[in-house]
């Protein structure tokens, strides 16, 4: 029940009405891995059950789609980052409607494991917003017409990024980072034109080469009477006013922590807010009820962890989790109990999502695990297998599944019903 009234506080921030079935962001409509989608596929395979498959170019990505009617967008990168896109396939066949190409000098930093098309794009059913990094912040409409672009200057880091923005009434807020330039800022959606950006000493790295820095991608919640922007950064999560970037409340993972990485989005379970640490690093609960230093309110830490890359997905007080290990965990939110801690798959990047009462979870060989929601075991309900390398999250929209792999856009299943715009 605490979850579904989350859920719904949360569809109210967005400064449209996110029609049924469509797939605006990053982690759907709720921006939390949850969605009120029903009659998706539970069986397939990389031929059966699949609607269509298209080759994509470049050299692979870990960006995810997003759906929209009968749109579907997603950022591409070749040529060693120096040309990134953003693609606008047809939802009926897969066919490319456009492709608009941000330039920019080859061979900027980042790790194999991390391509250029790092970061997914948002829409609000009007427009696509997509950030291509150093390669700039970019709006379009959806015939592919550029409705504004702002340079918001170098992102150098030795593992590149992975930040996607959100949608906050009439702003599209970026959290652009990590490296020698990192900051939170906010746009008018309709000009392109900053509204407000904070910045941090201790969120920039000295140097490209530097271990530190944030890829999360922020959170929306109403909490303490205000709708508040909630993100995970070096040594803290903040909570700010997403209107004005004013902090409201900041929280400490662990005192003298010299792990200053963070992948993970944060977890939200009502007051609650979960960010882990990655590479080692701690994870930490916050009661976050009120203002200022709420480091006090720490509900339990763990203090050192396996490597740590996706989002997990709160269920009935608990969050359930997959390490990149491959090792899924279930932790009561309030005591930071380990419920349950077993192995389901070799190795995984990609964040969970909860559909019509069920976890879906891609690993790296792009098999989806299917797991009923548990605190007494993993419970395994099917595995299906497309046999091709991926790190991205599936998107679930109007009965189908999206899936992004190094070397394809699957759509999987057949459509419910039609969304329009």
């Known amino acids: ?17 996110t029609l049924a079935g469509n797939w605006p962001s990053w982690r759907g409509p709720n921006g939390d891995g949850t969605t009120n989608e029903k009659n998706i596929p539970t069986e397939w395979s990389d031929e059966d059950n699949v609607t269509w498959r298209v080759e994509l170019p470049g050299e692979g990505g870990n960006s995810s789609p997003i759906v929209w009617g009968d749109h579907v967008f997603l950022t591409v990168a070749e040529n060693k980052g120096a040309k990134r896109h953003l693609i606008a396939f047809d939802r009926s066949n ?5 492709t608009r190409t941000a330039e920019t000098k080859a061979g900027r930093p980042t790790h194999k ?3 250029y098309a790092g970061s997914s794009p948002v829409t609000d059913g009007k427009a696509v917003y997509v950030w291509h990094g150093s390669a700039g912040f ?23 990024y992975a930040s996607s923005p959100i949608i906050y ?11 020698t330039s990192a900051f939170i800022a906010a746009f008018n959606r309709k000009t392109g034109k900053e509204e407000w950006r904070v910045s941090k000493p201790e969120w920039v ?5 530097k271990f530190m820095g944030s890829w999360s991608t922020p959170s929306l919640r109403k909490a303490n009477g205000r709708d508040e922007l909630v993100i995970g950064m070096p040594q803290k999560m903040w909570g700010f006013d997403p209107a004005t970037g004013k902090a409201l409340w900041w929280a400490s993972n662990i005192e003298n922590n010299k792990n200053l990485l963070v992948y993970t989005s944060p977890m939200i379970a009502g007051d609650i807010v979960i960010v882990f640490c990655g590479y080692g690093g701690p994870g930490f609960a916050v009661n976050a009820v009120g203002d200022g230093d709420l480091t006090s309110k720490r509900l339990w830490v763990q203090p050192r962890n396996t490597q740590r890359i996706g989002t997990g997905v709160v269920v009935d007080g608990h969050l359930h989790f997959l390490n990149e290990n491959g090792t899924f965990e279930v932790i009561d939110v309030k005591s930071g109990d380990v419920k349950v801690k077993d192995r389901l798959s070799r190795k995984s990047w990609s964040s969970l999502t909860l559909v019509d009462g069920k976890i879906y979870a891609i690993d790296t060989r792009g098999v989806t695990f299917i ?3 548990s605190t007494d075991g993993l ?3 099917e595995e299906n297998e497309i046999g091709e390398f991926t790190n991205s999250t599936p998107a679930f929209s109007d009965g189908q599944i999206f899936i992004r792999t190094y070397e394809s856009l699957f759509c999987i299943g057949s459509r419910t019903r039609t969304v329009s715009r």
């Open 1 to 17: 029940m605490q979850r579904n009234a989350l859920a719904l506080s949360i569809i109210l921030l967005f400064a449209s009405t």
């Open 113 to 115: 494991t991390n391509p």
């Open 169 to 179: 009434k009439d702003l599209v807020i970026l959290s652009a980072g990590p490296g």
């Open 371 to 373: 797991c009923k929601p």
């Open 379 to 381: 419970d395994v309900l």
């Open 205 to 209: 790295s000295p140097e490209p080469g």
């Open 94 to 98: 897969g066919k490319v409607r456009w």
């Open 138 to 160: 970019y709006a379009y409409d959806f015939d592919g017409k550029e409705l504004w672009k702002e340079d918001l200057g170098e992102f150098a880091h030795i593992w590149g």
